[in-house]
């Protein structure tokens, strides 16, 4: 397993968090990290308790709840048993805490986390999506694919195309 690291979380005074079902600030100051890694267990993020940061400490998405919202708010996935998963099921990376299946490869060594996690804005949350039940297999699309929604399910009904089927005309 891996130590986690500690980071530091820098924020505007006027800046406040939009849109959090509680309105709580960002955390300020000193925080935990901990690696996230892909299918390959390379680092492909860090988890702060907020938030996924990239490598270079740019905000990823946003955790709330074990679910994860992208930088615009929308439903992505889950966190559970330290396996992220796209509302699809399917697993797109790991904590080192994490249990499979899928079977997990092994871990590289972890890279420096960021020094620093530069200010950002929280989203307004939009409807949360009901998520498949968590698949034991991995994403094809990988943790890029995950992080602009790839493996999204579960369209909100008002928005839902009607299922006939093809050249039926209706």
Not at 25 to 36: L, S
Not at 51 to 68: H, S
Not at 112 to 128: F, G, I, Q, T, Y
Request: glycine content about 12%.
């Amino acid at each position: 397993m891996h130590a986690s690291t500690t980071v530091i979380q820098n924020r505007l005074s006027a800046e406040w968090p939009a849109g959090s079902p509680a309105d709580q600030p960002a955390i300020v100051g000193a925080a935990t990290v901990e690696p996230v890694f892909d299918r390959a267990g390379l680092v492909c993020a860090w988890m702060l308790p907020d938030r996924l940061v990239g490598r270079a400490g740019g905000t990823q998405a946003w955790l709330v709840d074990g679910a994860l919202y992208s930088r615009v708010g929308t439903h992505i996935g889950i966190l559970r048993s330290g396996l992220f998963s796209g509302t699809d099921g399917l697993v797109s990376g790991f904590l080192s805490c994490a249990v499979g299946p899928p079977s997990l490869p092994p871990q590289e060594s972890t890279p420096p986390a960021p020094s620093s996690v530069p200010p950002a804005l929280r989203p307004r949350w939009k409807p949360r999506h009901v998520s498949a039940a968590p698949s034991e297999e991995w994403s094809t699309y990988g943790w890029s694919g995950f992080l602009i929604a790839t493996g999204r399910t579960g369209v909100p009904p008002w928005r839902g195309r009607p299922r006939f089927p093809a050249g039926t005309g209706r």
